[in-house]
């Protein structure tokens, strides 16, 4: 039993010694851990609730954009980019209020929204559409190099035929026909690559297919 004992306490000795040695190391990392696991549960609360503040800021944008409401909606868009502007409703926001503006004749606050999203939204595709639709009015508006400057980023596969279009239709207006044929050219060829649709979206994609082909052709120069 002396033996026993004696085993004990110099096993506790022992553990006494690597406390000494270690203990202040151990308890800051049990801080650490506990802190970021209440860090973590805490961020996720923040982040659920700045959604649902956002989600419910854009619930009253598409009414108010169903009511025509330019300046309602104007107003609403602003307050989600400005206080949740890391949320994808930032970005859906500024897009919709654009719409409403456009709508209403208000081109400079649609480019302003439009301007944002493109350049703020968290969502790569939102980014692509808003940049679309800001180079359509800037065509309109014959601004030509701010909307080739706008075109200068590459967008995701998906939009590469569409920026191309739009890239011609600038360089076109600007009495550029060979570089203007040669943008068309680059928004045929992935849809020439892209597998047969069936239905209505083959109708739909061979329809584009065949109104690019026309304002390249429309261009003259060899096919």
């Known amino acids: 039993m002396a033996v026993y004992d004696l085993e004990e306490q110099e096993q506790l000795d022992e553990l006494k010694t690597w406390w000494k040695q270690h203990g202040n190391r151990v308890t800051t990392l049990a801080v650490v851990v506990a802190l970021a696991a209440v860090g973590w549960q805490g961020w996720n609360w923040w982040q659920r609730n700045q959604s649902a503040q956002a989600s419910a800021l854009y619930m009253g944008l598409e009414k108010a954009a169903g009511e025509r409401d330019a300046k309602r909606a104007r107003e609403l868009a602003g307050e989600l980019i400005d206080k949740f502007p890391r949320t994808a409703y930032a970005g859906m926001g500024a897009l919709l209020s654009a719409r409403v503006?456009?709508?209403?004749?208000?081109?400079?606050?649609?480019?302003?929204?439009?301007?944002?999203?493109?350049?703020n939204s968290r969502d790569e595709a939102l980014r692509d559409l808003a940049r679309l639709r800001l180079v359509a009015l800037l065509i309109d508006e014959k601004a030509y190099d701010e909307?080739?400057?706008?075109?200068?980023?590459?967008?995701?596969?998906?939009?590469?035929?569409?920026?191309?279009?739009?890239?011609?239709?600038?360089?076109?207006?600007?009495?550029?026909?060979?570089?203007a044929r040669a943008a068309y050219d680059a928004a045929l060829s992935p849809l020439e690559k892209q597998p047969r649709r069936q239905g209505e979206a083959a109708a739909l994609q061979e329809a584009y297919r065949e109104m690019l082909q026309t304002k390249r052709d429309s261009l003259g120069g060899a096919k």
Do not use: C, H, I, T
């Not at 920026?163 to 570089?179: H, M, R, S």
């Open 147 to 179: 909307a080739l400057k706008q075109l200068a980023v590459e967008p995701s596969p998906a939009f590469a035929p569409r920026y191309a279009e739009l890239k011609g239709d600038a360089l076109a207006a600007q009495g550029k026909p060979v570089e």
């Open 101 to 119: 503006q456009m709508d209403g004749s208000d081109a400079k606050n649609a480019k302003l929204q439009l301007q944002w999203a493109a350049e």
